[in-house]
């Protein structure tokens, strides 16, 4: 594995820009004990591929999609990973170069970067729905993989509009009418549109009919409940003409305007009607979950002051690709939105300071009154990369976490639980670097015994990149 410079003090995680491959262990090393009753399979979607010959991707965030397989079973551990083959990564493996452009970085072939078409490197977040797995990426299209050998099985498309090249790469799963919403936008001259489509485990599927955006701008997640959508529309206005032009990336096309303030829409799944509400500016990548309580919408999301660790000359989710710590920016606080849709009226609540990332929640709970938001934790002067898990009582702010020392980076806690489990017990499943000794694996810790540490270690001879999102499935392989 390799990196484009050598500084002379590298940052602490740069590792996590390093490329990597496929590989395949079939019994893993463990330190502690994997409780047999957590039977299951953790799939994992990240990027792996950020350097082709002299060139260089400008994001950590940007790279060709890997999945990673994680089975649990008896107690043992079995691990393989495979690159999502893209229409993209195909096309540029022998050839050493980034022939197209992704979403913050621009081709290498000049003529190319012209018209703004982004092709998919499957490298977000991945989905099982119906036996069947699926890799998204913020542009269309999403891919089909077989969930036992990870193989890539083709594109899928979700009957969305055929124009939807910006498929969301987030969607969410709502567990009360079994069904899976996704949404796309499309992006034109008079401004932007958001669809959204819902399949359910029946093979029946609805579409919500098109909502015209009152602003163009970027949002990478959204969240529902049974009745309704909510998309924060941050204001990350996108000029469209040097991006269309090739004179400049995806990320590079985002204006920055703190003074227009956050709108949220909040959007009728059957009727597309939409209602908006006004709050003060907020960056946010993740929101962990909203529900609805009596004539409110509660919705609680991790939001940033400002989004200098991703935008900026010296972004730290840029810099660490030069080995470099960089502009952490504003940390991501807890946060939540109590959204009256009777008088229209927004109050914005912090739900705990600090510095966090990747929230999550139990999936039953999804669409649903939560109690407990998962998620990476840290310290202001490092930014995005945390060493902490974190377990916060929405409701309370009350705080319960593990540390694994500022030399560990941690990522994305992954709930899982088992199907034969009756008591409720559950488990966070997180991917981890450990500088000290220069290697990654898995760790696995008790929900509800956080703060005891892991009861076990998966450790791989090593280094991964950066996994930002993944799924837990318990025992068969279903969605039910």
Not at 79 to 94: D, G, H, M, P, W
Not at 201 to 215: E, L, M
Request: aromatic content about 10%; charged content about 20%; proline content about 5%.
């Amino acid at each position: 594995m390799k990196t484009t410079t050598t500084p002379t003090h590298p940052f602490l995680f740069s590792a996590l820009a390093h490329n990597t491959k496929a590989r395949t262990i079939a019994d893993c090393h463990i330190q502690g004990r994997i409780p047999t009753e957590l039977e299951g399979t953790l799939y994992l979607n990240g990027p792996g591929i950020f350097t082709r010959g002299e060139h260089s991707k400008q994001s950590i965030l940007d790279g060709d999609g890997v999945i990673q397989r994680l089975n649990l079973t008896n107690g043992r551990a079995h691990y393989s990973r495979r690159f999502v083959q893209t229409e993209k990564l195909i096309a540029e493996k022998n050839r050493q170069e980034f022939l197209y452009p992704t979403w913050t970085t621009k081709s290498s072939t000049v003529l190319s970067n012209v018209g703004g078409r982004i092709k998919s490197q499957a490298g977000i977040t991945v989905t099982l729905f119906k036996n069947q797995l699926y890799a998204l990426d913020e542009v269309a299209p999403a891919y089909r993989l077989d969930p036992q050998t990870l193989e890539t099985l083709g594109t899928a498309h979700f009957h969305l509009p055929d124009k939807d090249q910006a498929i969301k790469a987030h969607t969410r799963y709502l567990p009360k009418s079994k069904s899976w919403l996704l949404a796309s936008t499309r992006m034109g001259r008079h401004g932007m549109s958001i669809d959204f489509i819902r399949h359910y485990a029946n093979g029946q599927f609805k579409k919500t009919p098109t909502v015209i955006s009152p602003r163009m701008v970027y949002f990478h997640d959204f969240a529902a409940t049974e009745r309704f959508a909510l998309v924060i529309l941050q204001p990350a206005f996108i000029r469209p003409f040097k991006f269309l032009s090739g004179q400049i990336s995806f990320k590079e096309a985002l204006d920055w305007q703190p003074d227009k303030g956050n709108i949220i829409l909040v959007i009728d799944l059957e009727t597309g009607a939409q209602q908006k509400f006004t709050a003060p500016s907020a960056w946010v990548w993740h929101i962990a979950n909203a529900y609805e309580y009596s004539n409110q919408l509660i919705m609680d999301f991790v939001g940033y002051d400002n989004p200098e660790h991703f935008l900026g000359p010296d972004a730290q989710l840029s810099a660490i690709i030069k080995g470099q710590a960089g502009n952490p920016g504003a940390p991501g606080t807890l946060r939540r939105y109590v959204i009256n849709t009777h008088n229209g009226q927004l109050k914005q609540e912090i739900i705990a300071t600090g510095s966090y990332e990747f929230p999550n929640i139990a999936p039953e709970s999804s669409g649903q009154h939560h109690h407990t938001i998962y998620a990476t934790r840290g310290t202001t002067e490092k930014g995005i990369f945390h060493h902490q898990i974190a377990a916060v009582q929405a409701d309370t702010g009350q705080l319960e976490l593990f540390d694994f020392g500022p030399e560990t980076n941690v990522l994305e806690p992954v709930y899982a639980y088992s199907r034969t489990n009756t008591n409720g017990k559950a488990w966070l499943i997180t991917q981890f670097l450990d500088s000290r000794h220069n290697r990654s694996g898995f760790a696995i810790l008790d929900a509800r015994q956080l703060a005891e540490g892991p009861i076990a270690v998966i450790t791989l001879d090593e280094t991964l990149p950066m996994s930002f999102h993944g799924q837990w499935v318990a025992g068969s392989l279903s969605h039910d």
